[in-house]
C-alpha cells in the first residue's frame, strides 16, 4: 500500500509538472503574439545582464589563470631538467661540486613551493567564487517560469472576472491561485533583487586580491630565484679562475655581408657566360617596353624619334611607344616647316644680303649617354646622374637592395660608385663594366624623382631595378 500511494504521489506530481509546464508554453506564446501582457522589471534585467557577464569575465579568468599554471609547470621541468644536465657535466674533482647540487635542489624546491601557493591562492579561491554562480543561475531561470505562472494566473483570474457569465466558485480559486503564485514570486524576487547586486559588486574586491597574490607570488619567487642564480654565478666564476688558462674564446658573431647588388657582384665574377639577361624578371604579359632610344647623328641632324615634342617623349602605357614616336615625327616635321617658312621670309625681305647661318647644338654622347645640356638641369640631379626612365609596369620588390616602383613612376639613373659593388679600378673600367651591365645584366641604379626631390638622400632612397620594366625619357 505504501508502494502505491508513493507511486501515486509521484505520478501526481508528473501530472502536475507537465499541465505547468503546458499552461507555461501556452502563456508564453501568447505573450509572444501580444494577447497577453507580459510582467517586465527593467532593473532586474539588467541585474541579470551583469551576472551574465561577470560570470563570462570569471569563466575567462578561470581559463587563463589554468593556462599560466600550466605554463608554470613546464618552465619547472625545463629548468630542473637544465640543472640536471649542468649537476652531469660538472665533474666531482671540480671546486663548488657540493654548491651546485645544493642550488639545483633549492631550485628545484622553489620552483614547486611557487606553483603551490598559485593553486592555493588564486586558483582555489578562484573555483570558490566562480562556485557560487551555477546556484544564482538556476534560481534566476526558476524565477522567470514563476513570473510566467503568475502572469498566466493573472490572466485567468481578469478572463473569469470578465466573462458574461461568472462563475463565482472558478473566480474564488483563480484568485487563489493567483495569490499564492504571486507570494512564490516575489520571495525569489526579492532575495534576487538583494543578490545580485551584491555579487555583482563584489567582483571589485576578488580581482584585487586575486591579481595581487599572484604578483606578490612572483615577486617573491624572482628575488629568491635571483639569489640562487647569483650563487652559482659565484660557484662558475671559481671554477673559472682556476681553470682560467682553459679559457674558451668567445668571438663575436661573423657580420652578415649585405645583400645590396648580390645578383650583379655574382654575375659580374664570371665573365663565362654571356648570355645573362635571363635573370632580370619579365614584364607583365600585356607587353614589354620598347628599349631605350639611342641618340644618333647622321649629318649634323637628329633623328625624329629623339626630338623633344610636347608629350611625345613619356608614353603612358605600354602600348603606346609607338603612338608616341609618330606623334614626335608628326612634331617635328612641323617645326621644319616653320623653320622653311622663317626662312623664306627673310630671304624675300632683302633685309640682310648675307647668307643665314644657322647653328645648331646637339648633346654629345659619351658611353650611350647624353651629356651636356644646361648646367641648370644638373644642378638638382644627384651625383653622376645619367638619365631618366619612367616604369611601364608595376615592380615588387624582392629585396632589401631593390626600387618598389608603379607605373609612371620616374626614376633618376645614376652609375655603380662603389667599387666593391661594382669591382672596377678607374673611370675607364666603371663606364665599360656600366654598358656591361646595362646591356647584359638588365639591371639599373636609380633613385626615385619623388624621392629624391623630397629627401635629397642619395644612401637612403636608391636601389636597382630591372630595366625592361622601364622606358627611357631624358
Known sequence: MAELGSKGVTAGKIASNVQKKLTRAQEKVLQKLGKADETKDEQFEQCVQNFNKQLSEGTRLQKDLRTYLASVKAMHEASKKLTECLQEVYEPDWPGRDD????????????????????????????????????????????????????????????LQTAKKKDET???????????????????????????????????????????????????FHKEMSKL?????????????????????VKAQPRKKTKLF????????????????????????????ITSPETKTVNHELEPSTLEAPGASIPKSPSQPAE????????????????????????????????????????????????????????DMPP??????????????????????????????????????????GATAMNSRLSK??????????????DWIQHKELDQCRGVFPENFTERVQ
Not at 192 to 219: D, K
Not at 232 to 247: E, I, R
Not at 273 to 282: E, I, L, R
Not at 437 to 450: A, F, I, P, T, Y
Open 437 to 450: 651591365l646595362q646591356r647584359d645584366e638588365g639591371w639599373l641604379m636609380g633613385v626615385k624623382e619623388s
Open 262 to 289: 648580390a645578383r650583379l657582384r655574382k654575375k659580374m665574377s664570371s665573365d663565362s657566360t654571356p648570355a645573362k639577361a635571363n635573370k632580370s624578371p619579365s614584364p607583365p604579359p600585356d607587353g614589354s617596353p
Open 170 to 220: 472558478k473566480i474564488a480559486k483563480a484568485e487563489e491561485e493567483l495569490v499564492k503564485a504571486q507570494k512564490v514570486f516575489e520571495e525569489m524576487n526579492v532575495d534576487l533583487q538583494e543578490e545580485l547586486p551584491s555579487l555583482w559588486n563584489s567582483r571589485v574586491g576578488f580581482y584585487v586580491n586575486t591579481f595581487q597574490s599572484i604578483a606578490g607570488l612572483e615577486e617573491n
Open 100 to 159: 651546485t647540487n645544493k642550488i639545483a635542489e633549492n631550485n628545484d624546491l622553489l620552483w614547486t613551493d611557487f606553483h603551490q601557493k598559485l593553486v592555493d591562492q588564486a586558483l582555489l579561491t578562484m573555483d570558490t567564487y566562480l562556485g557560487q554562480f551555477p546556484d544564482i543561475k538556476s534560481r534566476i531561470a526558476k524565477r522567470g517560469r514563476k513570473l510566467v505562472d503568475y502572469d498566466s494566473a493573472r490572466h485567468h483570474f481578469e478572463a
Open 384 to 425: 653622376g646622374f645619367l638619365f631618366k626612365v619612367q616604369a611601364m609596369h608595376d615592380y615588387v620588390a624582392t629585396d632589401s637592395d631593390e626600387l618598389q616602383l608603379k607605373a609612371g613612376d620616374v626614376v633618376l639613373v645614376i652609375p655603380f660608385e662603389n667599387p666593391e659593388e661594382q669591382l672596377d679600378v
Open 324 to 379: 608616341a614616336a609618330h606623334a614626335g615625327a608628326e612634331a617635328a616635321g612641323s617645326e621644319a616647316a616653320a623653320g622653311a617658312e622663317a626662312s623664306k621670309t627673310e630671304a624675300d625681305s632683302g633685309s640682310s644680303s648675307l647668307p643665314a647661318v644657322v647653328v645648331e647644338t646637339f648633346p654629345a654622347t659619351v658611353n650611350g649617354t647624353v651629356e651636356g645640356g644646361a648646367s641648370s638641369e644638373r644642378s
Open 229 to 249: 642564480n647569483q650563487n652559482l654565478h659565484d660557484v662558475l666564476l671559481g671554477l673559472d679562475k682556476q681553470y682560467s688558462g682553459n679559457a674558451f674564446p
